[in-house]
């Protein structure tokens, strides 16, 4: 088993920043594929950003490009999600994923989940 747990999250306004941080623990063998999901009221859960374990690979959804960036910090076994100019649809509670074989855009191809942080931004 992966524990995960994420932090960070927060009530800002549009144009500000934070960061997200992905707490692992548990199993020894560690994760192929980590990365970030987001869920807005009403709708479905979509990708965000995701990172190889040993950090050679990323790739972002579209609408976050340019604007967030991942990255993991494996001495810590966590990882990070900075968003610049934040939107109000940014707006959710974003998940943190990791995998022991797939990494990935597709929520379905991870198996370890965290409970989720609240990400607010106000107009």
């Known amino acids: 088993q992966v524990q995960l747990v994420e932090s960070g999250g927060g009530l800002v306004q549009a144009g500000d920043s934070l960061r997200l941080s992905c707490a692992a623990s548990?199993?020894?063998?560690?994760?192929?594929?980590t990365g970030w999901f987001r869920q807005a009221p009403g709708k479905e859960r979509e990708f965000v950003a995701a990172?190889?374990?040993?950090?050679?690979?990323?790739s972002y959804a579209d609408s976050v490009k340019g604007r967030f960036t991942i990255s993991r910090d494996n001495a810590k076994n966590t990882m990070y999600l900075q968003m610049n100019s934040l939107k109000p649809e940014d707006t959710g509670v974003y998940y943190c994923?990791?995998?022991?074989?797939?990494?990935?855009?597709?929520?379905?191809?991870?198996?370890?989940w965290g409970k989720g942080t609240q990400v607010t931004v106000s107009s």
């Open positions: 548990g199993r020894t063998s560690r994760p192929y594929g």
């Open positions: 994923a990791a995998d022991l074989t797939y990494y990935g855009s597709r929520w379905s191809g991870y198996d370890y």
């Open positions: 990172i190889t374990w040993s950090g050679d690979s990323t």
